[in-house]
């Protein structure tokens, strides 16, 4: 009822009341099976997961309820529900509150997994979730929450990618805090870079990605979660499937190594992806072909 940690709900009790809006204690599988519950009634609740570490308490429902109720009731029931937590290093929160698990998330059928980068898409993209009749994870990057900019008036389609800065030499993809990085480097690098801001993981816009790296040449994909086994591997495989013919040099992944995300500050920027790093990526593979 005070706004969270992050102020994220502040306010929502003055304005809405006791009926609509419910402190909890702090017991994430508690109040995330008493919504999914809320859900399979017909209510759209909003869960505020404090920290995305977090989710690993109350999996369970959101694995085994949320995601499945569909499946297993042939379509007789629905969960409209958002998940909605944060994301991210560079605050030295230590390895227990840092973590992007977004592609965990990706990995379970039934879930939307969206994490949009801009003021106006989290406005947008958040009223779609809440319109969505399937239970959606919305990430937000805590290191953006400082952004300023101009809600958006209509909700926006979930699952369609931007073109954030267009470029002829390389093709950058990234979601989340990694976009304001990756723009970063397109300003400074010696190469012309197109930045494809996904929005989105699940579903994923591939045809977007594919129309640019398609006229490019090179792909280069760029996260804050661990790199193996991310979503960048997948981006990359179908990339590689569909163009096998096209691509000039291999597609490339930037992100952070597998191991946990450490307290010290030098340490925790030096695991994570810089605009410098990104950089020199995107300059090697056009020097490489």
Not at 2 to 23: A, C, M, P, Q, Y
Not at 75 to 87: D, M
Not at 159 to 166: D, E, F, L, P, Q
Not at 202 to 215: F, W
């Amino acid at each position: 009822a005070g706004g969270g940690i992050f102020t994220v709900t502040k306010g929502l009790h003055e304005r809405f009341g006791s009926d609509r809006i419910i402190d909890t204690p702090i017991s994430e599988m508690g109040f995330v099976g008493a919504a999914v519950g809320a859900a399979m009634t017909g209510l759209r609740p909003i869960v505020e997961i404090m920290f995305m570490d977090f989710i690993g308490v109350c999996l369970d429902p959101i694995l085994n309820q949320a995601a499945k109720l569909p499946y297993l009731t042939s379509g007789a029931l629905q969960c409209p529900i958002v998940f909605r937590t944060q994301t991210g290093a560079g605050r030295s929160a230590g390895a227990q509150h840092s973590q992007s698990l977004e592609t965990v998330l990706a990995h379970i059928p039934g879930l939307r997994v969206v994490m949009p980068a801009t003021v106006t898409d989290a406005h947008d993209l958040l009223v779609a979730a809440v319109e969505d009749p399937n239970p959606v994870v919305f990430v937000e990057s805590r290191r953006l929450y400082a952004m300023k900019g101009q809600a958006g008036e209509d909700p926006l389609p979930i699952g369609k990618a931007r073109v954030a800065r267009a470029g002829d030499d390389v093709t950058v993809v990234t979601w989340g805090q990694m976009l304001r990085e990756s723009l970063k480097a397109a300003e400074e690098a010696e190469a012309s870079i197109e930045v494809i801001d996904l929005r989105s993981l699940v579903p994923l816009d591939m045809d977007t990605v594919l129309r640019s790296a398609g006229r490019t040449g090179r792909l280069l994909v760029v996260h804050e979660a661990v790199q193996d086994f991310g979503a960048g591997a997948e981006i990359a495989a179908r990339a590689g499937e569909e163009l096998y013919d096209v691509l000039r040099v291999p597609v490339k992944r930037i992100g952070a190594p597998a191991v946990p995300m450490p307290f010290n500050p030098e340490l925790e920027r030096s695991l994570m992806p810089s605009a410098a790093r990104i950089a020199a990526a995107a300059e090697a593979m056009v020097r490489e072909g």
